[in-house]
């Protein structure tokens, strides 16, 4: 039998070595170093996402698809490896069911701008739930008022988990879309997709799965899931900002009329009738976001040399560890108490606004996020106007959480 | 107080004040402590119409004219940003709508408070130091008829 410990060494990341990856970890902020527990917001970049950047514009900068010389070959081939990357990464089952975006958000809004005006009538049910970011809300709004369709919401219990029975009586013939979020932006919850998923379906209706904080931390095959729609953000995987993917199945995007027109998404046009490309192209107007799409593969290929089990392990440690240190401080009350969690630990502080922590940790060199954190509605079910918010990443030590606490303490001292 | 100095005077005062402090620590505890004694306001002058739009932190800012003169008074939920509207209305309390014009507030950049004002911060302390202003320009454009007049209502006015 092995000891333990090397059991225990085989299973964990050396997180020293993830560390030296990524540049900006090495920096002082205020004349300490830095610590960055905003990754909910968004990941730091290791250097090889950078050099991808760098690379693409330095060697072969070129516009894709449409360029016959050499550097437009290169381009073309290496934006489409990062689909087929992507495509892998989430088991989707063909690599046209893969659309670039700008990100999540844009990702939900081409669903609400085509899908939805397309599917959605008077009188159509929409459901999301109360732990949806602002970007799972506003578009349904729209469309909904537009419409004249009705937007249900599925309410959460006081640990922050979605009440399944609540949301099996709101499924219905009208329901036409779930989307949900995978994971809580705001309080971490992890939500039970696959039996929402599962329950719409026989209800009749889509879903949509916001996967914006999910995807890095969770294995995501939405084959397995059954999700109709799957969106989520580059930025928040240790790649760049500006791009995201939507994923849906493809007899759905086939039958989705075109959202944004112009070069690309044509395959023939006359002043009299415009024809549409194919999948996914129908749907990419325009010069892609085609240096931060190559380096997003870059970013893929660091979680899987990592090791998603090895990431998830090490980040549900520093969780577990860190809600056993914050529950110690006098005063402090986690808001989420999810069974199952990202790592990411929402809290407030008795007589202390999140604001004054947040610029008194910043003062210590550490970043955290304080506010409503784009999720208003779920703020005023907890009477709230706002959380401080600590989120780990695969960079992120158990040191970094002692310095969280003790800056914490700190602050509440200056404060009272 | 400084009804008697000027605006710039003032704001050197605070300046010399902050030069005292070796941390960002110390100047942090002194904003709190002024934070702290900031007397709070009272609760018919806390009202939607006296909220300060952009804040993460609330806000509350009233004022009135007397005599060509504006007077503010202020308040937040937050304490750090108490601390720096305390600084805001020592600095332009009292003086004449021209006078609160043309400041240019430098002693918050001198004392290394500029981040406050960044877009960033979404503490108000942009949208703070506008809305003075506007209050200001307000009551110099009807100072031409009027020379007493009352901005902020309260909940016995709006009722």
């Known amino acids: 039998m092995m000891p333990s410990s090397t059991i225990q060494k085989a299973q964990t990341l050396d997180v020293i070595a993830i560390r030296k990856q990524f540049p900006v970890l090495n920096r002082e902020v205020k004349g300490r170093p830095l610590v960055y527990l905003d990754n909910a917001a968004t990941s730091q970049k290791p250097q090889a996402v950078i050099d991808a950047l760098l690379d693409y514009y330095t060697n072969y900068n070129a516009n894709i698809h449409r360029g016959i010389h050499t550097l437009a070959e290169e381009a073309t081939a290496a934006f489409e490896e990062t689909r087929d990357a992507v495509q892998r990464f989430i088991h989707a089952p063909a690599r046209e069911e893969i659309i670039f975006t700008r990100g999540t958000t844009e990702s939900i809004n081409l669903v609400a701008y085509t899908w939805g005006r397309k599917n959605i009538k008077s009188g159509d049910e929409i459901i999301i739930s109360t732990l949806e970011h602002h970007s799972n809300i506003v578009p349904w709004q729209i469309l909904c008022e537009e419409k004249n369709a009705i937007l249900k919401i599925i309410p959460i219990n006081d640990n922050g988990e979605l009440m399944m029975d609540e949301y099996k009586q709101l499924l219905g013939p009208k329901t036409k879309l779930v989307s949900i979020a995978h994971a809580s932006n705001a309080l971490g919850s992890i939500n039970p997709v696959k039996q929402i998923i599962e329950w719409a379906h026989a209800a009749g209706s889509l879903v949509l799965v916001d996967g914006a904080q999910s995807t890095v931390h969770l294995d995501i095959d939405v084959q397995d899931m059954d999700c109709d729609f799957f969106a989520f953000s580059a930025h928040k995987l240790y790649g760049p900002t500006g791009t995201g993917i939507l994923y849906g199945k493809k007899h759905i995007l086939e039958d989705m009329p075109v959202f944004l027109g112009g070069g690309e998404m044509i395959k023939e046009v006359t002043f009299a009738k415009t024809t549409y490309n194919d999948l996914p192209y129908k749907f990419e107007a325009g010069t892609p976001n085609i240096a931060d799409v190559i380096a997003f593969k870059t970013a893929l290929q660091f979680i899987e040399d990592v090791g998603k089990e090895k990431i998830r392990k090490h980040e549900q440690d520093l969780l577990v560890y860190a809600t056993a240190q914050l529950e110690q401080i006098p005063g402090l009350r986690i808001i989420g108490r999810a069974k199952e969690k990202v790592s990411l630990i929402s809290f407030v502080i008795d007589k202390a606004h999140p604001q004054d922590i947040g610029i008194l940790l910043d003062n210590r060199g550490i970043a955290v996020r304080t506010g409503h954190h784009c999720a208003e509605p779920l703020m005023k079910c907890y009477h709230i106007p706002g959380t401080i918010r600590a989120s780990f990443a695969v960079y992120n030590t158990r040191e970094e959480v002692d310095e969280l606490t003790g800056g914490l303490r700190k602050a509440i001292k200056m404060l009272s | ?159």
Not at chain 2, 5 to 11: D, F, L, N, S
């Open chain 2, 1 to 159: 107080m400084s009804e008697e100095k000027t605006i710039a005077a003032t704001e050197k005062e605070i300046v010399e004040e902050f030069s005292l402090f070796d941390s960002w620590d110390d100047k942090y505890e002194y904003i709190i402590d002024l934070g702290k004694k900031l007397p709070p306001l009272e609760d018919r002058f806390k009202i939607n119409e006296n909220k300060v739009k952009g804040c993460q932190s609330t806000v509350w800012l009233a004022s009135d004219f007397r005599e060509g003169k504006v007077f503010f008074k202020a308040d937040s939920d937050a304490m750090i940003v108490k601390g720096l509207i305390s600084m805001l209305i020592r600095v332009l309390s009292g003086h004449t709508p021209d006078e609160i014009l043309s400041d240019k507030l430098d002693f918050i950049r001198e004392i290394g408070m500029t981040t406050h004002l960044a877009q960033t911060r979404s503490n108000g302390l942009l949208s703070m130091v506008k809305q003075m202003k506007h209050f200001a320009l307000a009551y110099k454009i009807k100072n031409g008829s009027i020379t007493e007049y009352e901005h902020g209502r309260t909940e016995n006015k709006s009722n």
